[in-house]
């Protein structure tokens, strides 16, 4: 339908990000310790988080929560979002997508600034408008 109007494909992002919302929590701290603990198909334990990047959101998620805005992963059309979710959002059991875009978007800066939370946030706030 997006040939027809260019909107569907908003409208279709909404019905996605929706669903992906219903199905991961909005605390960023068991998403990290999801990841953190991820255990592969062998039973052997396979970090998807770095161990400084997991102290870090553990040591200051409840900072970290108020800054996270998940209302902006509405604002990608569906083709943007399906990319995301299909090679940059973070899998753990049965493949299952563990994390929010605003998620990866916060792991994604705190990795590059480490204990620089502001320069973080400022990073986040850049790439998630």
Known sequence: MAIVH?????????????????RTPDDISKVALELYNFVDSAGRKANLLDETTFKIIMD???LINKRLDYTRDFNYDFFGFKTLEKSYLLRTVNKKITERPQHMLMRVSIGIHQHDLESAFE??????Q
């Open 123 to 128: 990073t986040y706030d850049l790439m998630s």
């Open 60 to 62: 200051n998620a409840a």
């Open 6 to 22: 260019p909107d569907y494909t908003m409208l279709a992002n909404r019905i996605s990000v929706s669903a992906l919302h219903k």
